[in-house]
């Protein structure tokens, strides 16, 4: 079993805290918006795929050429990152079943982690003592990628499975889930997260199963568990 990194970080609070601190910036620079206006515009960039990474700085850049002309992007990200790092700092962590579950995962599972979040999520592992429940992390921080079939094949190979008897736990329908469906591998979509507003669009975005709770995937563990 692999997870995408970020479905075990309660974020919820972080993204509630860095948009209200967005939709002020945006109205010191004159937009003249308002909160339910800005959900809607953010509601529509991740809905509709509209972001090729996951981080914070793609959805400012995103919002803000919605709102302002060319060029102010630049200049709104230079006065949030001191935001983005308190943030960072302070408002993220695993969720509070991430430690029960991951510990009777690692009963019966083999778990890798892949994350392009650069170091976040694996400080956060390690701060929280998870990280001795994986087998290996995979991390494409360097290039910012989605995982890729090589990705997941190598991670396949460091732990020594095959592709019938892996499972990925992700909350992209249009990276994570869709890829690793067209290796063959059982997939379970994470909603508990802003990617929740995605809908399936072809039959290779179709999870096996869907959970909303990290405690669900024991209970799914014991219908894919490996011979």
């Given amino acids: 079993m692999f997870l995408m990194g970020r479905v075990l970080i309660d974020d919820k609070i972080y993204y509630s805290y860095l948009d209200s601190r967005l ?5 010191q620079f004159g937009t003249r918006i308002d909160s339910r206006n800005y959900e809607a515009i953010k509601f529509d960039i991740i809905k509709n795929r509209k972001l090729s990474k996951n981080g ?17 992007e630049k200049i709104i990200l230079k006065y949030f990152y001191p935001s983005i790092e308190f943030a960072e700092k302070h408002f993220l962590h695993p969720y509070k079943e991430a430690k029960g579950t991951l510990e009777l995962l690692s009963e019966n599972y083999k778990i890798g982690i892949i994350a392009n979040e650069d170091k976040m ?29 090589e990705i997941l094949r190598l991670v396949l190979n460091v732990l020594n499975i095959r592709l019938g008897e892996s499972v990925l736990v992700g909350d992209r329908l249009d990276t994570h889930l869709q890829v690793a469906n067209t290796l063959g591998i059982i997939t379970i979509r994470f909603t508990n997260s802003i990617f929740k507003l995605q809908e399936v669009r072809d039959q290779d975005e179709i999870p096996n199963f869907t959970i909303s709770n990290l405690r669900q995937l024991v ?3 014991l219908e894919t568990k490996p011979d």
């Fill in 121 to 149: 999520i694996l400080n956060i592992l390690d701060k929280y003592e998870l990280s001795r429940y994986f087998n290996c992390c995979i991390f494409s921080y360097e290039d910012s990628r989605e995982p890729d079939k």
């Fill in 56 to 72: 914070i700085e793609e959805l400012v850049i995103r919002i803000c050429r919605v709102l302002m002309p060319a060029g102010y």
């Fill in 219 to 221: 209970d799914i563990s």
């Fill in 23 to 27: 939709l002020y910036l945006l109205n």
